[in-house]
């Protein structure tokens, strides 16, 4: 059976960082078919369209996509329609995928590297589970007009009863796999979709009793993830604060070079994609970290190809390249192998 994977280098890094995940792909010999197309910034250089539809069709077909950055300052000016993140919203809504996984690992040989103290974050294993369809993004009405000579702008924060239930079970499923911890994150004092939001939490809980359920105030959940994140296993959340809370936990890691993501739909067809932006400023220049992409690749393997033993070769490819002591400049350290993003990718392969 033909494994397709449809690669989207996207914008600034993008095609750097593709490249090493899909050399790592390539090496494992599992009989993948990958194809490469335009998304963002490239895309509406070449054609107009953030998400043209060569890219559309492309994306149906595919079993897995594997997505490098968009966006950039050269297209801020642009109108809305024509803005990269207009593809990244686009493929996610057109292939609906509706679950964003984040971890947040800590490798050890990383400890140091975190703005935290050692202490606070040894040992730190996080999964986010975000809600990626719905919320204040994809909310109408929205807009901006004009009404007595003054401006407002408006958006609406939504969600059904059956996209929360979808997302919640994904989550608690998650964390029957790992310690059976869940956290569901909301803003219920203030805000009544997030009240639907843990009233249907709760609901759902009774369907898996090995687990225990708690739930947090957003800022709260920003605060304690800073002040003491090892208490966490599983956070389940809306789009806005997901958005928000699994940037802030990539950080507790060392880089965010170094997180990767998974956004899936029903049947566990997924687009991966590392959680850091394009940073145009250091395209092209070979010292882009390419190891959330390549454990990205791992996610892919995991969660669509059900390829575990292949997901934790490269997980422990990776693993073994950082205890040798190999390091790009974003989690440099006195004492290690400064490389850059090619040589990193040699060295996970040599591991490999």
Not at 103 to 117: I, M, N, V
Not at 272 to 290: C, L, M, R
């Amino acid at each position: 059976m033909t494994k397709k994977i449809l690669v989207l280098p996207g914008d600034g890094i993008g095609p750097e960082i593709t490249a090493e995940a899909a050399r790592v792909l390539e090496a494992l010999e599992l009989g993948f078919e990958m194809e490469t197309a335009l998304l963002g910034g490239a895309a509406v250089d070449a054609t107009g369209d953030p998400y043209p539809e060569a890219t559309r069709k492309l994306a149906r077909e595919a079993d897995a996509v594997l997505l490098g950055a968009v966006g950039g300052p050269k297209w801020d000016a642009n109108p809305r329609e024509q803005r990269p993140e207009k593809g990244l919203l686009g493929i996610r809504q057109h292939l609906n995928l509706f679950a964003n996984l984040r971890p947040a690992l800590l490798y050890p040989e990383l400890a140091d590297a975190s703005t935290l103290k050692p202490e606070v974050v040894s040992g730190l294993d996080i999964l986010i589970v975000r809600e990626l369809t719905g919320d204040i993004y994809f909310g109408q009405p929205r807009g901006i007009e004009a009404h007595n000579g003054e401006r407002f702008g408006f958006n609406t924060m939504r969600y059904t009863e059956t996209e929360i239930r979808r997302i919640g079970r994904v989550a608690f499923q998650a964390a029957q796999r790992r310690n059976k911890k869940l956290c569901s994150v909301d803003k219920m004092n203030v805000l009544e979709t997030t009240q639907l939001w843990r009233d249907v939490m709760e609901e759902i809980a009774p369907e898996y009793p090995d687990v225990t359920l708690i739930h947090m105030l957003v800022d709260n959940a920003a605060m304690q993830l800073v002040r003491a994140p090892r208490q966490f296993d599983v956070l389940v959340t809306g789009n806005m604060f997901g958005d928000i809370l699994s940037d802030e936990a990539s950080m507790l890691t060392g880089s965010i070079g170094m997180l990767p993501s998974a956004s899936l739909d029903e049947n566990n067809k997924g687009l991966y994609e590392p959680s850091h932006g394009s940073a145009p400023d250091i395209a092209g220049q070979d010292v882009a970290n390419p190891l959330a992409t390549i454990l990205s690749a791992a996610m892919l393997l995991r969660y669509t190809f059900q390829e575990e033993e292949a997901a934790r070769r490269v997980e422990a490819a990776v693993k073994k390249a950082l205890a040798q002591g190999f390091r790009t400049a974003d989690i440099h350290a006195p004492g290690a192998t400064k490389v850059g993003t090619r040589q990193m990718g040699d060295a996970v392969l040599k591991a490999l």
